[in-house]
């Protein structure tokens, strides 16, 4: 009897630890929300998949026909994209009141990103995690939803209110389906 315990305690054991193993370290911890980017001519041209995960919100962006170079990416606080300049997603999202930039001594926002690199081909297929951020109703999935932008230059990490990263040139709008 105590050997078919035993057995039956190693099998489960398998079983269980063979399920953990498929789940990726920082793992997902709600549904995904995904987003159609545009650019300034009201195209789409890509997706944005926003995906909870325990470290902030990962955010996969995949896109095509953007001027190649080294872009800023910022989280906007309204899920509005109104071409061709995208001023209706509002100013970076930013609940705590700080200031821009990872290298300001009173930011960062925390809608601020790391820059992200467009091929010479336009493309770009880039993984991005927001700390401290979440895909709730009391963060990215307010009552007026958050916006995805990407900017027609780099971030310089530093200057308020947006890195003088230039002209906003493309943009998802983060909603709840």
């Not at 269980?16 to 929300?33: D, E, F, H, N, R």
């Not at 890509?46 to 955010?59: H, T, W």
């Not at 906007?76 to 001594?105: L, Q, S, V, Y």
């Not at 995805?148 to 709008?173: F, M, Q, V, W």
């Amino acid at each position: 009897m105590k050997k078919e315990w035993f057995i039956f305690i190693g099998l489960l054991s398998i079983v269980i630890m063979s399920g953990c193993q498929s789940l990726p370290v920082g793992s997902i911890t709600k549904p995904a929300v995904s987003a159609q980017v545009m650019n300034s001519d009201g195209e789409i041209i890509g997706q944005a998949v926003f995906s909870e995960i325990k470290k902030g919100v990962e955010i996969h962006v995949t896109a095509e026909k953007l001027e190649p170079g080294t872009k800023a990416i910022h989280i906007h606080e309204t899920g509005k994209c109104d071409p061709p300049d995208f001023k209706t997603a509002g100013a970076h999202f930013n609940p705590a009141g700080k200031e821009h930039g990872f290298h300001n001594p009173k930011g960062f926002h925390a809608g601020d990103l790391p820059n992200i690199k467009v091929t010479e081909s336009g493309k770009v297929d880039v993984k991005i995690v927001a700390p401290g951020v979440k895909l709730g109703t009391d963060s990215l999935l307010d009552t007026d939803g958050s916006a995805l932008i990407i900017h027609e230059k780099a971030d310089d990490y530093k200057t308020d209110p947006a890195g003088n990263s230039g002209n906003r040139i493309a943009c998802a709008a983060i909603q709840e389906a």
